[in-house]
Every structure is written in structure tokens, then in C-alpha cells.
């Protein structure tokens, strides 16, 4: 915190605001809005400053949503930022800062009212606080519809048209931000919203034509990390006092705020540590993932979640017998570099989701890399620490590896490319390993932790999936993965016959009792999927490439005695059939290789009998093959999900937790 933060909690005592929200109708041409807007801050950037903050404002908006339906002074507000912003790309290109800097300031005391007006008000009153027509001489008498459409219109021509620079870099912020806060309607309703004034107008209205240029400049906010410069670079100087004084201008009275320094350098800790670096990159991201995940309207589509489907590479110089809606280039490989550094956070790993998923032009980008540890180490990162992520990072980092695996090309390259010393995987020291033999580990280690904590079925099929379809492209598996398969087994055994004993207890103890009794059928079900499922991969490697694989053949001789129970078993039969067949050929060849065998001896026969062992001997299956297919209604989902990213990553933004009813408070 700053060193006047005490004004914050003054602030309806100021007279300045005490005008803005009073009684009296003032006109947009009064010099009163000069004074109003010309004062200094930095906006806050953590969620505790920004409470003390919003605390502050909802007094003097509860004031203003009574008054101003007879004043109209926030119309005049809205008018007097949109006055300023006309000339605003000039301004830039001036340097001229004391224009820039007031634009700033209207707008952000815009968004703290809208902020209060959407938590109090549904979007019809709203409109009616744009509704206001001045009547005094010279005045103008735009509609209450028109005005919020002109303010929405103005804020995406903003970001879209202003260059980033340390002088506009406070104000690009303030509109991405403002735009994000008009949406901010839906984590008051349970229900998923599907229409209203504010989304026509972005999706329908004159804002549709810039929707490409919109989505293009939010992905190079994303792509440029920009750090917010410091103070002095955007029209503060530092003064012996303590404060922050405007230092340009400083003939102009301060009206609001002299001295107000919310969010100073040293008071960002904890949680908001990460985004605060990084506010602009950071808030156009979950702008893109709240525009990109809007419902469909009910005659049109969703614009930006066509932009975002269709978007190329600023090296594709192909040309398209049809153009699709709101396409743009965009450069690739800056896109790519951003994602693989960015991954730590739960909105860019839904963004490369959301690309992967739906934008087939960046999956082919992605799967044609030859670094592509940089994009997978990070995302195997996000698996291996589990218990410290929140379960909608865990299930998006997951799919990203189960769209990865539906490709057999990737599947092939992750056992070319070999790592040295993975500081995070802190369980066994790995010196050497492939980047296909890392991630059979975390995959594995997942499923062991859903077993025992979560258990999610939801975790399990797709953590299998992604096995299934990498298992006939497994090569030189390392001896630790090798065994980590065999070890997951022998759990699914073990747990196996724990259900099966106390299924057939409780039916030895029902004579009689009609107590409800847990359903162990179902479980016993469920485990008998997993093993089965176990046991194709196991029998898919050892059928597509058993010769590349020793420490699997070694580690499943090691562990024969597990595979036995399940030989006779009517669900497992007939994949049995070639592990039984892989057991007795290579165990035969080691009892004519002579007793006491070093691991060595035995690692060389296996070497050699793998060569040697016939393939028609192994029963062919039908190759296993699974592909993510997104569930009907996935904004169920997704919008809850992204809603919670921007609640709790949002920065400078604070939302009282009462009252939100998108999703729980445990949610996010």
C-alpha cells in the first residue's frame, strides 16, 4: 500500500465525488469535470487493495444509482471520457499525456460504478442510468441504448487502434478491464446467460466488424508479456513527501484522490504475485477466454470463438477458395514461445486448450514442432504437482496431453528426445530420460493419486486414453516407467481382490438385513475397466513393439506371478492370451540360459529373444485409438470455469464472495 492510503476510506467525503453523485444536474461543459478527472493514482493491482477500494466506491454508487436518474451526471461521466478518447490515438502520437492521462482517469471511475451498478441492478435498470437526456442548450441527447452502445463501441476501439506504450499502457488496461466487468452479469446468475443488451452489442452491433482486430490484439498482449512500467513512466513522479504527484500538470487541482497510491511497488505478495507483473497480459487473456466462451446467440453465432476457430499463421500464404468469418494471421511461433512459458497458469493452459481443440490450423503448428518438451515438460509439471492444483487445471492439462496422443507422429518423436536431470520430479533421480518415457511416469503417478484421493472416473478414462494411444508407438521405455506400469497393475490387483473379499462378506452378512449395503458391483465393475484397460496397453506394446522394449518384458517377467489370477478370468481371457504367450517364451529362454542370471545375462536374452520370437504368434487386436470429443453443453463447464479464473485472477478486481452464484466459493 501507498503512503496515503488513509484518503481511500475518505472518499464520500470528497467533494468532488459528493457533486458527482448529489442532486444537482452538471452539465458535460461544466469545468467541474476538468477538476474531477484530474487526479493522481495507480490503479490497484492486488485483490486486497482493490477491496478497500470497492468498499470505498459502493457508498457513493448506492448514491448515484438514486440521484442519477433525475441528474444524469453518469451519462455526462460516460460523455466526457468518450470526448476525450476521440482524440486519443493523436494524443498518443503527441506524447501528449496530460489528454491521455485524464481519459484514464474517467474511465476507471466509470468501471468502479459499473462494477457496483451490475452487482445492484440487472441490465435493463443499468441501461436506464445510461438513459439520462440533458436538456440544458448545446447538449448531446444520445439514448440510453446508444450511449452504452457508443461506450462498449469506444472501449474495443481503444484497445484495438492505440498502440502499447508506457504512456497508454494504464488506459489499455482500464478498457480491457472495463469491457470485462460489462460481462461480469454472469457470476451473479446460476444460470448460464444466453442474451442481453451488453452481448448484442459486442457480438451483433457495429462492434462485430472489429471482432478479428479485437481477438488479434488481445493474443499479442498475451504473446508480449509487457510489464506494467513504473510510475514515472506513465505521468507520475515520485516527490519527497512520500506520494505520488502529477508532474506535468501540476497546475490542475487534484479534485479527487491529491495523492492516491493503491498498489504501490512492494505491496503485491501471495497469489497476485504472478499477475501483477503481468497486468495487461494477464487481464486481455481472460478478456479472450470470457469472449471465446459466450454462448451462441439465438440467431447468430459467437464471433469470436469463429475468430479464434480460424485464425493462421502470418507465414501461411495460401489462399482460401472462401475466407472464413473474422479471420486473421497471427505469428505462430511468438504464440507458441508465450504458451510454453506461460503454462504455470490455469487460463493460458485453457487458452492452448482451447487452440489445440478448436483451431486446426495451430494443432498442425504445434504437432509439427521439434521442441515440443517445451510445450509438454510444463504441461507434465502441472500433472506431477496434483495435489496443489485445483481439479480444472489438472482435467485441462490432461485433454491437452489426450488431444497431443490422438497424433502417432507425436507419439513417435517423445521417445527421440531424451532429458537430463527433471529438477521437479523429486520421487526417483532421473540422470536420463525420454520425453515419452517422462510422461508414461506422470500419467501413471496421476492415476495412482486419483485411486487414492479423488477418485474421479472422469481422470481415470482420459489419463488411460492417452496411454491406449500411445502404447504401440512405446519405444525404449525407460526401466523405471517400465516398472511403474507393472507397479500400477499390481495396485489395480491388489484393490481388485479387496472389493471382490468384501463384496462376497456383505453377502454373507445380508441374510436377514435389509440395511442398504455399498453397491461393491459397481466398484468391482469399475476396477475390472481399468484392468482390462491395463492390460490392452500392455498387450498393444508387446504386440506393436515388443523389440523395442526389454525393461517392459523384464518387468512383466519380474511381476509374472501378478498376471495368473486373471488368466481364467472371463473379462480378461482373451487378452491374456499373448501375455501368457510373451511369459512362457521368454521365461523358457532364460531357464535354457542356466540359474543365477545377473540382470545383465538376463536384460541380453531378452535382447536376443525378442528378435526372435515369431509375430504371428500374438493374437492381433483392433488398434486402440481414443479421441477427445468435447461433452453437449460444454459451457457448463467452461463458463463457470473461466468466471472463476477472472474472480480469483483478475487484477485489481475484487468481488465480495455473497452473492456470487456462477459457482461455489470451493470452486475455483
Request: glycine share 4%; hydrophobic share 40%; proline share 4%.
Amino acid at each position: 500500500m501507498g503512503a496515503n492510503t488513509s484518503q481511500v476510506t475518505d472518499l464520500s467525503e470528497n467533494t468532488s465525488l459528493k457533486a458527482l453523485v448529489g442532486t444537482q444536474s452538471i452539465s458535460e461543459n461544466d469545468p467541474f469535470w476538468n477538476q474531477l478527472i484530474s487526479f493522481t493514482f495507480i490503479s490497484p493491482t492486488n485483490s486486497g487493495d482493490s477491496k478497500l477500494l470497492e468498499e470505498a466506491v459502493i457508498p457513493l454508487a448506492k448514491t448515484l444509482i438514486q440521484n442519477n436518474p433525475r441528474t444524469g451526471n453518469f451519462g455526462a461521466l460516460v460523455r466526457v471520457f468518450l470526448g476525450r478518447t476521440k482524440e486519443l490515438k493523436i494524443s498518443t502520437e503527441c506524447q501528449d499525456q496530460l489528454f491521455i492521462w485524464q481519459a484514464h482517469n474517467a474511465l476507471f471511475m466509470i468501471r468502479c460504478l459499473v462494477k457496483v451498478f451490475i452487482r445492484e441492478m440487472s441490465e435493463e435498470e443499468l441501461l436506464q442510468q445510461f438513459s439520462f437526456q440533458e436538456r440544458a442548450p448545446g447538449s448531446c441527447g444520445a439514448g440510453s441504448e446508444d450511449l452504452l452502445e457508443e461506450l462498449l463501441l469506444n472501449l474495443v476501439h481503444l484497445i484495438v487502434e492505440v498502440p502499447l506504450l508506457d504512456i497508454t499502457y494504464s488506459i489499455l488496461f482500464e478498457a480491457v478491464t472495463t469491457l470485462l466487468i460489462f460481462f461480469s452479469y454472469q457470476l451473479f446468475h446460476k444460470d448460464i446467460l444466453r442474451d442481453g443488451f451488453i452481448y448484442q452489442h459486442i457480438m451483433k452491433g457495429q462492434c462485430l466488424e472489429l471482432t478479428s482486430r479485437l481477438v488479434k490484439t488481445l493474443l499479442y498482449n498475451f504473446i508480449r508479456q509487457e510489464k506494467c512500467p513504473p510510475p514515472s513512466a506513465h505521468i507520475f513522479e515520485p516527490k519527497a513527501e512520500g506520494g505520488l504527484l502529477y508532474g506535468l500538470a501540476s497546475g490542475v487541482a487534484s479534485g479527487l484522490w491529491s495523492v492516491f497510491t493503491l498498489g504501490g511497488a512492494g505491496s503485491r505478495a501471495g497469489i497476485d504475485q504472478d499477475n501483477n507483473l503481468l497486468p495487461l497480459s494477464n487481464q486481455s487473456l481472460l478478456l479472450l477466454l470470457v469472449l471465446a466462451n459466450l454462448t451462441d446467440g439465438p440467431d447468430w453465432p459467437n464471433p469470436f470463438r469463429q475468430a479464434i476457430t480460424c485464425f493462421r499463421n502470418t507465414q501461411d500464404t495460401s489462399s482460401l477458395p472462401v475466407e472464413p468469418p473474422h479471420t486473421f494471421q497471427i505469428n505462430f511461433n511468438s504464440l507458441y514461445t508465450a504458451l510454453c512459458e506461460q503454462q504455470r497458469s490455469d487460463q493460458a493452459t485453457l487458452l492452448l486448450y482451447t487452440l489445440l481443440h478448436q483451431n486446426t490450423n495451430m494443432r498442425t503448428y504445434i504437432l509439427s514442432r521439434t521442441d515440443m518438451d517445451n510445450l509438454v515438460l510444463p504441461i507434465l509439471e502441472i500433472l506431477y504437482h496434483v495435489e496443489d492444483r485445483n481439479s480444472h487445471h489438472v482435467y485441462m492439462a490432461l485433454i491437452i496431453l489426450l488431444i497431443l496422443t490422438e497424433d502417432d507422429a507425436f507419439n513417435r518423436s517423445i521417445h527421440e528426445v531424451v532429458l537430463k536431470n527433471i529438477s521437479w520430479y523429486t520421487e526417483r533421480s532421473l540422470t536420463e530420460i525420454s520425453l515419452g518415457s517422462l510422461l508414461i511416469l506422470v500419467v501413471i503417478r496421476t492415476i495412482q493419486f486419483n485411486m487414492t484421493r479423488t477418485r474421479d472416473k472422469y481422470l481415470h478414462t482420459n489419463c488411460l486414453a492417452a496411454l491406449a494411444n500411445m502404447s504401440a508407438q512405446f519405444r525404449s521405455l525407460h526401466q523405471y516407467a517400465a516398472q511403474r506400469i507393472i507397479s500400477l497393475f499390481a495396485l489395480l490387483s491388489k484393490k481388485h481382490n479387496k472389493v471382490l473379499e468384501q463384496a462376497t462378506q456383505s453377502l454373507r452378512g445380508r441374510q436377514g438385513d435389509n440395511a442398504a449395503l455399498p453397491d461393491y458391483a459397481q466398484d468391482l465393475n469399475v476396477i475390472e475397466e481399468v484392468i482390462r484397460m491395463m492390460l490392452e496397453i500392455i498387450n498393444s506394446c508387446l504386440c506393436n513393439s515388443l523389440h523395442h522394449n526389454p525393461n517392459l518384458v523384464y518387468a512383466l517377467l519380474y511381476k509374472r506371478e501378478l498376471f495368473e489370477q486373471f488368466r481364467s478370468h472371463p473379462s480378461f481371457q482373451d487378452i491374456m492370451q499373448n501375455l501368457d504367450t510373451v511369459i512362457g517364451f521368454f521365461s523358457q529362454r532364460l531357464e535354457q540360459a542356466g540359474s543365477d542370471l545377473s540382470v545383465e545375462r538376463v536384460q541380453e536374452v531378452i535382447m536376443k529373444g525378442a528378435q526372435a520370437l515369431p509375430k504371428d504368434r500374438l493374437k492381433k487386436f483392433p488398434e486402440l485409438k481414443f479421441k477427445y470429443v468435447e461433452e453437449d453443453q460444454p459451457e457448463d463447464f467452461f463458463i463457470p470455469y473461466v468466471w472463476s479464473l477472472v474472480f480469483n485472477s483478475g487484477v485489481g478486481l475484487h468481488w465480495n464472495p455473497h452473492g456470487i452464484e456462477l459457482f461455489s466459493m470451493d470452486s475455483g
